[in-house]
């Protein structure tokens, strides 16, 4: 009993975590002066987009505008953003009332902008076109505190940001391997991430595009803690079952 309680301590201890496997962006600088590269986002088909055209003549800016006086009364949330967005089709169209189709995908936000705003000066004076993209949203999933999806609304969301609104990674994750999976064009990519290594601001997956999806690995540590109680747990069983048997037995 004495050496299995000795070899189950030191499984223990083996199956500890480190300060080295938790903590973020290791280096033994004090100051790290790292470039970062922002992505541009192109609009993609199933993107919603958000456009108001504001002008002196409110009656004349409504027709432009996707509202109702039901819908108008509904306090801003992520389903009414939908409802009252416009839709990217498959084709990479919007139908703006009375401009008609426009193309938009493959495009920034600020060029859609630039673009239907041309085709509101034809129709009214010193109208002013707001472009929003609010589609934006982070799936996280595995070894965090909160797993989901959250909408962001900001343009130049890091991974970390993503990994703060999920409640941060448990004390349990794989920093070391997280993926990123990311929709480009028809195709879907999974790129491994080191969250330790300071390098990874550098990289081009560190700014977050929409509908990216993190997952977090748990650890190996992680993973031997829960067997170790399942098997635990057996072997205990197995030991009451067995000396009931031999009780049984012997009388």
């Known amino acids: 009993m004495n050496k299995f309680s000795l070899l189950f301590l030191l499984i223990l201890v083996s199956s500890c975590y480190s300060l080295k496997k938790v ?3 290791q280096s033994e600088e004090n100051v790290l ?13 199933n993107d919603i ?3 108001r055209v504001q002008s002196l003549d409110p009656e004349q800016s409504a027709f432009f505008n996707i509202s109702s006086t ?4 509904i306090q801003a949330n992520d389903a009414s953003l939908f409802l009252s967005g416009y839709s990217v089709n498959q084709d990479g169209n919007i139908s703006l009332p009375i401009v008609g189709e426009i193309k938009v995908s493959g495009l920034t936000v600020e060029a859609i902008r ?7 000066n034809k129709y009214l004076l010193d109208a002013i076109v707001i472009v929003k993209l609010t589609s934006y949203k982070i799936s996280v999933l595995g070894d965090v505190g909160r797993p989901g999806t959250n909408f962001v609304y900001n343009n130049q ?12 990674a448990n004390i349990s994750a794989n920093r070391r391997n997280i993926r990123l999976i990311r929709q480009i064009g028809g195709k879907s990519y999974v790129i491994k991430m080191d969250l330790t290594d300071p390098k990874i601001i550098e990289s081009p997956y ?4 929409p509908n990216d999806v993190i997952y977090v690995e748990t650890s190996k540590e992680n993973l031997f803690r829960n067997n170790l ?7 205990t069983a197995i030991s009451t079952g067995l000396l009931i048997l031999n009780f049984v037995q012997t009388n």
Do not use: K, M, W
């Open 114 to 120: 630039e673009l239907i705003q041309d085709e509101i």
């Open 206 to 209: 560190y700014f977050l595009l």
């Open 157 to 168: 969301a890091t991974i970390f940001e993503a990994l703060s609104a999920a409640g941060d």
């Open 70 to 73: 039901e819908n108008s009364r």
């Open 33 to 45: 002066a790292i470039p970062n590269n922002p992505i541009i986002y192109l609009v993609q088909p």
């Open 229 to 235: 109680v399942l098997i635990t747990v057996t072997f």
């Open 49 to 51: 987009l958000n456009i």
């Open 23 to 25: 903590s973020y962006l």
